[in-house]
């Protein structure tokens, strides 16, 4: 069984509003980390007693390090953005299962919609063969950089058109008449939904992560179900995002729920 251990910050700094970058050291997960999974970081006041999972952005394990992207968006998040290099935290991980690399796809479509992009920045580092990536965003993007360090062609698309196509990633996937072999993607479930529809039409397989509420993390508290109907199964049952996912097919997932 994982414990939580303190993990020292190396760097913890803002990148766009609301977002921020943060740098531990944390060689056992770095050394066992996929891409895809996720770390339950632990707030220090006594109020905020659930942990709050943060997908890993990037692996270092030579260094044992990794990076977590994160937006605040509550308190504990909004703790979490005052830590400063050379303090600690606690960290459990990792945990989850991540996206499974089909190193046979010579030809790859990563799609990310808002803060569901930073996991997709290790698992656009670790595959092999073309990776044509496409991000959603309602105004400002980030992370796209890290992306093109790792040879992927980036497309972008913002609700408001202040950045690269105006419209949603799906009406840009459409319009650039993107060809794939696989889709990797993380972000709203909305788009997840819509993505999958297209995936379908165009018969490419497709794997989904998926973004739930987790109030432990850990597979214990049910909170994070969701319907998955395995291949050639007739009925769906009820799978732990945080558990058996947050990494599943899109076929076996129910949307209309």
Known sequence: MKEIKHALILDNQLIADNIYK????ADGIAREVK???????YCKGEAKLLPRPISICEID?????IILV????????????????????????PLGNGFKIDESKAKNIIVGGGIGTPPLVELVKQLKGEKEVYLGFRS???????????GANVHVATEDGSEGFKGNVLELLKKNNAKGE??????????????????????????????ERMACGIGACVGCVCKIKEKDELDWQHKKVCKDGPVFWSDEVVWDD
Not at 61 to 65: E, F
Not at 71 to 78: A, L, S
Not at 182 to 210: R, T
């Open 22 to 25: 943060m740098t531990l050291e």
């Open 35 to 41: 891409a895809g999974q996720f770390v339950n970081l």
């Open 61 to 65: 394990k030579d260094r044992g390090r």
């Open 70 to 93: 994160y937006g605040v968006v509550g308190q504990g998040t909004k703790e979490f953005s005052t830590l400063k290099a050379g303090e600690k935290i606690e960290v459990l991980g």
């Open 140 to 150: 400002q993007s980030i992370l796209l950089e890290a992306f093109k360090v790792y």
């Open 182 to 211: 696989i889709i990797y993607s993380c972000g709203p479930k909305p788009m997840l939904k819509a993505i999958a529809a297209w995936a379908k039409e165009n018969e490419i397989a497709m794997q989904v992560s998926l973004e």
